[in-house]
């Protein structure tokens, strides 16, 4: 079974709703695109909450090791590590019982997006959370 996203206007009231979006692979290099999608999705009004091991802030806000370091409630977890992380992301994303698991552009894991979906999350693969912020304002 193919991936089968939510409607754009699904999507749309999801993006107004949500205030907290965990950027899982957030770069601190202005010149990655997690960086550039985080820092417009800010400037849009968003409050970001860096996930990336490596690095101990981005966009001036204190990164996190991991998801499950995170002690608020987060809406959206954006994901930009490739395809075959997926699945262990999905696994700390449903220890924090966030909102939404949201994989960008070009990433798919049509198991990981089958389990979600039984489960009940609301799960978004292959499409940028910028350009869908943009279509649905």
């Known amino acids: 079974m193919a991936i089968e996203n939510p409607s754009r206007e699904e999507i749309g009231q999801l993006l107004k709703k949500a205030k907290k979006i965990a950027v899982v692979g957030l770069s601190d290099n202005p010149e990655r695109t997690s960086y550039m999608i985080a820092e417009a999705m800010m ?62 552009l070009g990433l798919v894991h049509e198991e990981t997006f ?15 959370i910028k350009v869908e912020h943009a279509l649905t304002k």
């Not at 089958?114 to 940028?128: A, F, H, P, Q, W």
Request: hydrophobic share 40%.
């Open 43 to 104: 400037k849009a009004g968003y409050d970001i909450i860096p996930v990336n091991p490596t690095v101990d802030e981005v966009l001036g806000k204190k990164a996190y090791k991991s998801l499950t370091d995170i002690k608020e409630h987060v809406d959206i977890v954006n994901v930009f590590r490739r395809s075959e992380f997926l699945p262990e992301v999905a696994e700390e994303f449903e220890k924090i019982d966030a909102d939404v698991f949201w994989a960008q």
């Open 114 to 128: 089958n389990s979600l979906k039984e489960k009940g999350y609301t799960v978004i693969m292959d499409r940028c």
